[in-house]
Each structure stands twice: as structure tokens, then as C-alpha cells.
């Protein structure tokens, strides 16, 4: 039972890292990106590559797939994505959508369907035992304790400088309104690149991690798009908690769920989304005043 439980708390995580970046585009840009998976699909393939056919190291891998996501998103919003920030919900949604259909077809044309391995180092493949008897042994595998390290020290630092920093301040002046803002002299156009890149620069990252736990082929983003946005819709978009605790209880309910009954664990899943919106509509979390 504790190894299920930790499984879940690993995996959602994971779901987390992948996620919070979509939470910070659509809560604090009020932007919504339906193609913040390919990002992730990116991060992935960059570390595939990176390792396999360079045999760069795999902790050098996970900033590099940053850098590399990050930039492209950097790219991709000033040529792509700044011209519909004005434009309505359904419009973005069909213009993502569209993104995402198109990276699958590319990375379908250059690396074809199958599935991507990464060989993780070996300190990173062992697992630790702790207790004994069915229901209060503890596995924890090391990789997934590397995760979970991950995920709070990107926790803390995200939190601290949304919440803390002068860019923090001003990417929320921004979001509040963007004519006041410039008004007082803060460039509106390159808080929103900064805060895109991160965001996407997050879902690389989270691609990269989770290259080896979860399925890396070209259909990642249509796979895991609905996972991303459970996160977002249950955890709220006005704070970085909301999204870690959607995250957790997501990944909980899907590893308990697939192992105790396999035939209903995504049930399981969107039985408890369904509960927990119909009880909070606007997400765990809603800053007072806050958009919802």
C-alpha cells in the first residue's frame, strides 16, 4: 500500500512538472495553449537524442532540454503565439490544437512511431526497501525519488518569484492590465516572452524526466493533453498550490486505480475530477478577487 502511494505521489510529480506550465500560461496570460505537450514531446525527444547519439550526460540533458523547450517557445511567441493573445478563447483553442497535430506529424516523419528509451544512470536505477508486510512495505525507486526531489525544489522556486520578485510583480500588473502596466514603464511584451519560455522551458524539463516513466512517441501531447488540463482546471490557475495538489491527487487516483481495478482506473480519475469541480467550479485554489 505505501509503495502505491508513494508511486502516486512520483507520478503526480511528474504530472506537476509537466503541467505547471500550461497552469501559469492560462491563469497569468490568460492564454489558452492546448499545445504545451509538444513542448513536453520536445524536452523528451531532445534528451533521447542528446544521450543516445551525442552521449551527453543525462543530468546535463534535463537543463539542456529547459534551454531547448524554452527557446522554441521563445520563438514560437513572438512569431505565432503574441498575435492571438487578443483573440477569443475558441480561436486559440483551434490554433493550439492545430500546433499540436502539426508536431506530431513531425516528429512522426523524423523519428518515426515507435517508442523513444532512455537508459537512465545507474545510480538512478536502484530501488530502496523500508518496512515489511504487504500493506507497510515501502519501495521507492531511486529515479522517482529523484523526481520528487525535483518537484519541490521547482515548487519553492517557482513560489518564490511569483510570489516575491520584482518580475513576479510585474507579470501580474501585466495580467491585470496590460495599459497601466506599460504605463509605468514595464514592458509588457517581454514579460510575456519571459513567462512563455518558462513555461515552456517547464514542460521540456517535465518531457525530459518523464521520457523514461511515461510513453515518448509522437501521439505524447493527444495522450497526456487531458492529464495537463485536469491539473490546471482542479488545481485553479491563481497559484502554484492548486496545481501541485490536483497533480497529487491525480496521480494517486490513477496508480491506486489501475493497480487495485484495472478496468475502471481512468474512470476512477475523472469520477474525481468531476466531484471536485462540481464542488469548487473555480479550482482547489482561488486567489480572493482573482479571475477564475
Not at 10 to 33: D, P, Q, W
Not at 258 to 283: C, D, E, H, S, T
Request: hydrophobic fraction near 55%; charged fraction near 10%.
Amino acid at each position: 500500500m505505501l509503495t502505491i502511494l508513494f508511486d502516486g505521489i512520483a507520478y503526480g510529480m511528474l504530472l506537476f512538472i509537466l503541467a505547471v506550465g500550461l497552469s501559469v500560461t492560462m491563469g497569468l496570460m490568460n492564454f489558452i495553449n492546448l499545445a504545451h505537450g509538444a513542448f513536453a514531446m520536445v524536452g523528451g525527444y531532445l534528451t533521447v537524442i542528446l544521450m543516445q547519439r551525442h552521449g551527453v550526460p543525462f543530468l546535463l540533458c534535463l537543463p539542456l532540454a529547459f534551454l531547448g523547450s524554452a527557446l522554441l517557445g521563445a520563438l514560437l511567441e513572438r512569431t505565432l503565439y503574441r498575435p492571438m493573445y487578443s483573440k477569443p478563447h475558441l480561436n486559440q483553442v483551434l490554433f493550439s490544437i492545430g500546433l499540436t497535430f502539426m508536431a506530431v506529424a513531425v516528429m512522426d516523419y523524423f523519428f518515426t512511431s515507435s517508442q523513444q528509451i532512455v537508459q537512465l544512470p545507474e545510480w538512478l536505477k536502484g530501488r530502496t526497501e523500508l518496512g515489511s508486510g504487504t500493506a507497510w512495505e515501502l519501495g521507492m525507486g531511486h529515479y522517482r525519488l529523484f523526481i520528487v526531489a525535483v518537484c519541490l525544489a521547482l515548487t519553492i522556486a517557482l513560489q518564490t518569484i511569483l510570489s516575491r520578485t520584482r518580475f513576479g510583480s510585474r507579470l501580474r500588473a501585466s495580467v491585470d492590465d496590460q495599459r497601466v502596466a506599460a504605463g509605468l514603464g514595464i514592458n509588457v511584451n517581454a514579460v510575456f516572452l519571459l513567462t512563455f519560455a518558462a513555461g515552456s522551458g517547464l514542460a521540456g524539463l517535465g518531457g525530459a524526466l518523464g521520457a523514461e516513466i511515461l510513453i515518448l512517441d509522437p501521439s505524447f501531447p493527444l495522450r497526456y493533453m487531458v492529464y495537463f488540463l485536469i491539473v490546471v482546471a482542479v488545481g485553479g490557475t491563481s497559484s502554484i498550490t492548486g496545481p501541485l495538489l490536483a497533480a497529487l491527487l491525480l496521480g494517486i487516483a490513477d496508480v491506486a486505480g489501475k493497480y487495485y481495478i484495472p478496468r475502471f482506473g481512468a474512470f476512477i480519475v475523472y469520477f474525481l475530477m468531476i466531484v471536485i469541480l462540481i464542488w469548487r467550479p473555480q479550482g482547489l485554489f482561488v486567489r480572493k478577487g482573482g479571475k477564475a
